[in-house]
């Protein structure tokens, strides 16, 4: 039989041919083989490095819960003995109390922390919803002879009703009206120079704060009188981040000793700025020098 050259040269490619694929399929089994030893090693190593990790998170869940017991036994040992740290700070200083939501009147509790801090209450007022009613600031208008046609007026008449001994009689006028309520008004209340506010409401709303307390925050700023705003820890509404832009100094725990003495420090110092309290967005639980 004839062979021809090319038959040779055929036979002799199809042999390299196979002898390449069998050494391809040799090295990649060789190497899945290698890298399955490798992928091993490495599962090996995470496993290794988890439990470490895991070993390292419940030494500091465990640290985490010494030091919040610790937290919590301070914190009630300052709730229950707060008017030794506070007594005789406030002394000659003459405070206002403004509250600007009625749903959360706890003005009485802000001024038995400034009379056990040996302080002054010269005003305590609660203004109500009836401050923004367009009728009442007519009526009141009319009664007072006086030109107020909107919230902003209300408020400006309040101040500056502050600053006149016939305030009381003023402020009366108002209070018929149900626009504000007095818990009390001092003989010497023309002399405050320092005003808490408290806040909170059932739903808070920048209108309300552009209405009401935007605009008492300007005048008492014209009129040169030291704020700080102060709320209670369990308000279903804030307005502390509308005054933090404000730049006013903002307490968000009022009704516990720690909020009792950020209030007194705050009110000594004439403290300018700074959000004390409790939670992730406060500067500092109590001010410091």
């Given at each position: 039989?004839?062979?021809?050259?090319?038959?040779?040269?055929?036979?002799i490619?199809?042999?390299?041919?196979?002898?390449?694929?069998?050494?391809?399929?040799?090295?990649?089994?060789?190497?899945?083989?290698e890298?399955?030893?490798?992928?091993?090693?490495?599962?090996?190593?995470?496993?290794?490095?988890?439990e470490?990790?895991?070993?390292?998170?419940?030494?500091?869940?465990?640290?985490?819960?010494?030091?919040?017991?610790?937290?919590?036994?301070?914190?009630?040992?300052?709730?229950?003995?707060?008017?030794?740290?506070i007594?005789?700070e406030?002394?000659?200083?003459?405070?206002?109390?403004?509250?600007?939501?009625?749903?959360?009147?706890?003005?009485?509790?802000?001024?038995?922390?400034?009379l056990?801090?040996?302080?002054?209450v010269?005003?305590?007022?609660?203004?109500?919803?009836?401050?923004?009613?367009?009728?009442?600031?007519?009526?009141?208008?009319?009664?007072?002879?006086?030109?107020?046609?909107?919230?902003?007026?209300?408020?400006?008449?309040?101040?500056d009703?502050?600053k006149?001994?016939?305030a009381?009689?003023?402020?009366?006028?108002?209070?018929?009206?149900?626009?504000?309520?007095i818990?009390?008004?001092?003989?010497?209340?023309?002399?405050?120079?320092?005003v808490?506010?408290?806040?909170?409401?059932e739903?808070?709303?920048?209108?309300?704060?552009?209405?009401?307390?935007?605009?008492?925050?300007?005048?008492?700023?014209?009129?040169?009188?030291?704020?700080?705003?102060?709320?209670?820890?369990?308000?279903?509404?804030?307005?502390?981040d509308?005054?933090?832009?404000?730049?006013?100094?903002?307490?968000?725990?009022?009704?516990?000793g720690?909020?009792?003495?950020?209030?007194?420090?705050?009110l000594?110092?004439?403290?300018?700025?700074?959000?004390?309290?409790?939670?992730?967005?406060?500067?500092?639980?109590?001010?410091f020098?």
């Amino acid at each position: 039989m004839h062979i021809n050259m090319k038959y040779y040269i055929v036979t002799i490619g199809a042999i390299f041919i196979a002898l390449g694929i069998g050494m391809l399929v040799g090295f990649n089994l060789n190497y899945d083989q290698e890298l399955s030893k490798q992928q091993a090693a490495i599962i090996s190593d995470l496993d290794e490095k988890f439990e470490q990790i895991k070993k390292t998170n419940n030494d500091l869940e465990g640290k985490l819960e010494i030091k919040e017991d610790e937290y919590n036994k301070l914190a009630q040992y300052v709730n229950d003995n707060y008017t030794k740290l506070i007594s005789g700070e406030l002394q000659g200083k003459n405070i206002g109390i403004i509250s600007t939501r009625e749903t959360y009147d706890y003005n009485e509790d802000i001024s038995k922390t400034i009379l056990e801090a040996n302080g002054s209450v010269a005003f305590d007022i609660v203004l109500k919803e009836g401050i923004t009613d367009k009728d009442k600031i007519k009526e009141l208008s009319s009664s007072q002879g006086v030109e107020l046609k909107t919230s902003k007026d209300v408020i400006n008449y309040i101040v500056d009703s502050l600053k006149d001994v016939n305030a009381i009689g003023k402020l009366q006028e108002l209070e018929k009206l149900d626009m504000i309520k007095i818990n009390s008004i001092s003989e010497n209340y023309v002399d405050y120079t320092q005003v808490v506010l408290t806040l909170g409401s059932e739903n808070e709303t920048s209108e309300n704060f552009n209405n009401v307390d935007k605009n008492l925050l300007n005048k008492l700023k014209d009129e040169d009188k030291y704020i700080i705003a102060t709320q209670k820890s369990d308000v279903k509404a804030s307005a502390i981040d509308m005054y933090k832009k404000d730049k006013i100094p903002t307490i968000n725990n009022s009704e516990q000793g720690l909020g009792k003495i950020a209030l007194v420090y705050s009110l000594k110092d004439s403290v300018e700025k700074g959000n004390f309290g409790v939670g992730d967005k406060v500067d500092a639980q109590i001010p410091f020098n």
